[in-house]
T-cell receptor
């Protein structure tokens, strides 16, 4: 069964450093998402991406964040200058087509630790 | 924010049915009701979704009230692997197609 994959599983970085989190969505999916979950808290939407541009973004997704689909398979989330409060699990998700009735497939997540 | 209300936690015995309730009194006519779950240390996982009619799949059943102001996720025979946080999610108009997760219901399954 096809699945969303994410690398690395755990990333440790120093405050102020740039990090890139990588995702490979399911191959025939067209819509891509990033969510984050701070330890012990709820899952929060960050951004959605379709047709090589951002469709929606939340207040969390400020100028420090960017997303890119550099080739036909990868979908990346970049944090330019990490802060301690960026420490969280980051989940990538994808869906085949638009429409609220369609399920999103989530990856296993990347745990980001900012020291 | 999510427009659903769920109990914080529930407990079930293994191999017994589990009914997880969700209230969504402000649901609009075109809102789908989605259920996801999150097993420990994993990403959210799709369980089931519906609009008006009750739905069944291999994982669960979804019973939707006639006025659509509430729904119930039914696990017919709980297993230890079903211990997870279960999220009932509606569309959030602020974010278009994107999910807004609430705190969910933490289901514990006792052997």
């Amino acid at each position: 069964e096809p699945e969303v994959t994410q690398t690395p599983s755990h990333q440790v970085t120093q405050m102020g450093q740039e990090v890139i989190l990588r995702c490979v969505p399911i191959s025939n999916h067209l819509y891509f998402y990033w969510y984050r979950q701070i330890l012990g808290q709820k899952v929060e939407f960050l951004v959605s991406f379709y047709n090589n541009e951002i469709s929606e973004k939340s207040e969390i997704f400020d100028d420090q964040f960017s997303v890119e689909r550099p080739d036909g398979s990868n979908f990346t989330l970049k944090i330019r200058s990490t802060k301690l409060e960026d420490s969280a699990m980051y989940f990538c998700a994808s869906t085949k087509r638009e429409g609220w009735g369609n399920e999103q497939f989530f990856g296993p997540g990347t745990r980001l630790t900012v020291l | 924010d999510a427009k659903t209300t769920q109990p914080n936690s529930m407990e079930s015995n293994e191999e017994e049915p589990v009914h997880l309730p969700c209230n969504h009194s402000t649901i609009s006519g075109t809102d789908y009701i989605h259920w996801y779950r999150q097993l420990p240390s994993q990403g959210p996982e799709y369980v089931i979704h519906g609009l008006t009619s009750n739905v069944n799949n291999r994982m669960a059943s979804l019973a939707i009230a006639e006025d659509r102001k509430s729904s119930t996720l039914i696990l017919h025979r709980a297993t230890l692997r079903d211990a997870a946080v279960y999220y009932c999610i509606l569309r959030d108009n602020n974010y278009g197609q994107n999910f807004v997760f609430g705190p969910g219901t933490r289901l514990s399954v006792l052997p």
